[in-house]
């Protein structure tokens, strides 16, 4: 199994509120991605980072920020929390992209906004 | 629009086969995965298809159209272990991955 852990692995706070994820990888992968996976979606992609400080959007951005100062942490931000946020949180990583680089999943973070 | 359908839900009985159906539209085309996740568990990588045809490893097996925009994955002999969720995902031409919204496979004694 890929390395990859998350912290918390659960967590409530309050509308308003920032919260910070931590993802956490031994394998030295180039890449990395943080999902939101909610009833009846598919895996929505919010960020993904290319290499140490460099990051991209996804399809649901907004309300999120990220960061990557190592190889080895990818970290998202939510600015401030809102309901709408509340959801599991998945992060991934993959060593390159397109053929053959399945991407490997972290165990998720449960994110309750009150 | 970038859209992937798959059922939301199939029951199927132990020792049996089932075949799972995924369309796709994307922008652009560098793949069809398939992921496995169990209730509570992260997903975890099946299979992958770039070219038409069947790829088959073990009792697991995923074919592709390309033309007709359609994969299926391919469980034999099925055991109680194999109930989960089954999620069909395309890798568009930015290489990220679309995802379907996964279909829960029920496997009765």
């Known amino acids: 199994d890929a390395g990859i852990t998350q912290s918390p692995r659960h967590k409530v706070t309050e509308t308003g509120t920032p919260v910070t994820l931590r993802c956490h990888q031994t394998e030295n992968h180039r890449y990395m991605y943080w999902y939101r996976q909610d009833p009846g979606h598919g895996l929505r992609l919010i960020h993904y980072?290319?290499?140490?400080?460099?990051?991209d959007k996804g399809e649901v951005s907004d309300g999120y920020s990220v960061s990557r100062s190592k190889t080895e942490d990818f970290l998202l931000t939510l600015e401030s929390a809102t309901s709408s946020q509340t959801s599991v949180y998945f992060c991934a990583i993959s060593e390159g992209q397109g053929d053959y680089n399945e991407q490997f999943f972290g165990p998720g973070t449960r994110l309750t906004v009150l | 629009g970038q859209n992937i359908d798959q059922p939301t839900e199939m029951t199927a009985t132990e020792g049996a086969i089932v075949q799972i159906n995924c369309t796709y539209q994307t922008s652009g085309f560098n793949g069809l995965f398939w992921y496995q996740q169990h209730a509570g568990e992260a997903p975890t990588f099946l299979s992958y298809n770039v070219l038409d045809g069947l790829e088959e490893k073990g009792r697991f097996s995923s074919f592709l159209s390309r033309s007709k925009g359609y994969s299926y994955l391919l469980l034999k002999e099925l055991q109680m272990k194999d109930s989960a969720s089954y999620l069909c995902a395309s890798m568009d031409s930015n290489y990220q991955l679309i995802w379907g919204a996964g279909t829960k496979l029920i496997i009765k004694p």
């Open positions: 980072s290319y290499g140490v400080k460099d990051t």
